[in-house]
């Protein structure tokens, strides 16, 4: 094999190294470097991963320290950054049900009660397209990230649509649910969709061709949130039966239900690593679980009512919470023990996500807020206000410098750093 090129990943950091087999066929390994710190001696780390690595030699030692000293760099994050309100878009018609950015965040999307999905340019504030044909509430949307060509919806009318996101052409109409499609997500690799209803089931389809590829059986009530891990081989389903599943995609069979919880269950997540994954409960805790085993690492307590989101930064070693007793709490994805709390909010929290480097949260709440806070000390950094109703999503972009918050104002707002 040979060596062809580099690419680095900043988010989390990492070394992907292109090679050539001798057949001419071009395949790639990224180096995981999860672990990473900018007081680390990055000779010495060199040195290891070349020692590990059988396309790497010692003639790379001078690249590779380079390459770590610009993925450390990305790192810092400035307590002093300062989001102002760059665009304010008056979306839709009727409130957004949700918002989220492609992986560059030159693009995101809104979707919303008004039956539509829209693409959105990031630096003009441009409506590029709206995606029509919904028959009720568009209620989840998402990008095939990393690469931002395709737009998923997923409708109140039991229906979930693949759409071109560049012209807005509807490629599939997903049909299969019984009710309501309220959560549904791509798998990294872009060759899969799963979704989530009502009808207490989740379905896998193939995004070539439409087709149904499972259905997931086994929830006795609704689900209401889902994921893929990173690798796209194992979903995570929660549902108000008070449990979480995990399933292996590719036959559709659950490896492990998830036990314990005493309420329904808000929202899920996996880590980067895809060895753990995060459930936030109506119970009032979040519970850690071993991907491998099914077990409960830890139960995460503190909040005083419902936990209504969780959310890992981007590798894996601190885990959020928000509630809706008004406060966020972050917490140590190792022990389990909780860095800081976030108080200073007037209402419930819905929604809460890391910055890339994992410095910050956002948190949109409904007291018509989202604030940004330094997730070591727990401090207020900022508060981003003007919306008139309750902000329900938020999100921030690829490199950190800017939020979008969507409310039930009918607006949408982007904040630039």
């Not at 899969?192 to 089931?201: E, P, Q, Y």
């Not at 307590?301 to 070693?317: C, I, M, Q």
């Not at 410095?359 to 508060?383: F, H, P, R, Y």
Request: overall charge negative; some cysteine; glycine content about 8%.
């Amino acid at each position: 094999m040979r060596l062809r090129r580099f690419l680095l990943r900043y988010y989390p950091p990492g070394i992907t190294l292109e090679y050539e087999h001798s057949s001419g066929e071009v395949g790639s390994k990224t180096i995981d470097l999860l672990s990473l710190a900018p007081d680390m001696q990055l000779d010495v780390l060199a040195d290891q991963i070349i020692a590990q690595e059988p396309l790497l030699a010692p003639a790379h030692k001078i690249q590779i320290i380079g390459f770590l000293e610009r993925l450390t760099s990305k790192m810092v994050c400035d307590n002093k950054q300062v989001f102002y309100l760059f665009k304010m878009l008056r979306a839709h018609i009727l409130p957004l049900t949700n918002c989220a950015f492609n992986k560059g965040g030159d693009k995101f999307i809104t979707g919303s009660y008004d039956r539509t999905c829209k693409v959105w340019d990031t630096l003009t504030g441009n409506d590029l397209v709206t995606l029509e044909g919904h028959k009720n509430v568009v209620y989840a949307i998402a990008f095939n990230n990393p690469y931002g060509n395709r737009v998923i919806t997923g409708s109140f009318d039991k229906t979930c649509k693949l759409w071109d996101a560049e012209t807005g052409e509807c490629m599939h109409t997903l049909r299969g649910h019984l009710t309501e499609i309220v959560c549904l997500c791509f798998n990294p690799q872009s060759t899969a969709i799963a979704t989530g209803s009502m009808d207490n089931t989740a379905k896998v389809w193939d995004v070539e061709t439409g087709q149904e590829l499972h259905t997931l059986l086994g929830h006795t009530a609704e689900i209401v949130s889902l994921n893929f891990n990173t690798y796209g081989d194992v979903i995570v389903t929660g549902s108000f039966d008070h449990t979480a599943k995990l399933w292996d995609v590719r036959s559709g069979r659950c490896v492990f239900t998830l036990q314990g919880h005493r309420g329904e269950i808000s929202s899920t997540q996996f880590n980067f690593a895809s060895d753990l994954c995060i459930t936030g409960s109506i119970d009032r805790t979040c519970k850690v679980w071993n991907v491998k085993s099914g077990q409960c690492i830890f139960t995460l307590r503190g909040h005083t009512d419902e936990v209504l989101d969780v959310a890992f930064d981007t590798r894996g070693s601190k885990l959020a919470s928000a509630s809706a007793d008004g406060t966020a709490r972050v917490y140590n994805t190792a022990t389990g023990n909780c860095i800081s709390s976030m108080i200073g909010h007037e209402g419930e929290i819905s929604k809460v996500a890391f910055n890339p480097q994992g410095t910050k949260i956002i948190s949109a709440s409904s007291d018509k807020t989202c604030k940004v806070w330094n997730v070591e000390t727990g401090e207020v950094l900022q508060t981003l206000d003007g919306h008139t109703d309750e902000i329900f999503s938020c999100a921030f972009n690829y490199e950190g410098d800017t939020i979008i918050t969507g409310s039930k104002d009918n607006t949408c707002r982007v904040w630039k750093s």
